[in-house]
């Protein structure tokens, strides 16, 4: 499935940003995942949904400022970025599981977009 994310940038910590990932075809049985890689650091974690949206996971880090949602019908995922951190700063990654569910680990993910850069100046 190949996947396309869109809508990082440059913005003041506190400040909002939503990522949007695009599916050339049909995403609606996989499950989908956002993950970050800051310089020097290996790919983390941030949010994962299933393929209906009924499960939702966060990376303790961002729970409670990221929101994660899939629109099936557009083949698209978002990621809305709120009360951003400098520490958030990161290339930021969607992927897709072959299978309905969530996950955590990188090596659950098939199907990798090419990334997104998001800064977050303090």
């Known amino acids: 499935v190949p996947l396309q994310a869109f809508g990082g940038g440059l913005v003041q910590a506190g400040g909002s940003l939503r990522l949007s990932c695009e599916a050339s075809?049909?995403?609606?049985?996989?499950?989908m995942g956002w993950f970050r890689q800051a310089p020097g650091k290996e790919r983390e974690f941030v949010s994962t949904?299933?393929?209906?949206?009924?499960?939702?996971r966060y990376a303790d880090s961002v729970k409670g400022r990221f929101t994660i949602s899939r629109d099936n019908a557009k083949n698209t995922v978002c990621l809305q970025m709120n009360s951003l951190k400098p520490e958030d700063t990161a290339v930021y990654y969607c992927?897709?599981?072959?299978?309905?569910?969530?996950?955590?680990?990188?090596?659950?993910?098939?199907?990798w977009g090419q990334g997104t850069q998001v800064t977050v100046s303090s």
């Open positions: 992927a897709a599981i072959p299978d309905s569910g969530t996950a955590y680990s990188t090596a659950r993910y098939a199907y």
């Open positions: 075809r049909r995403i609606g049985n996989y499950g």
């Open positions: 949904i299933s393929w209906i949206g009924g499960t939702t």
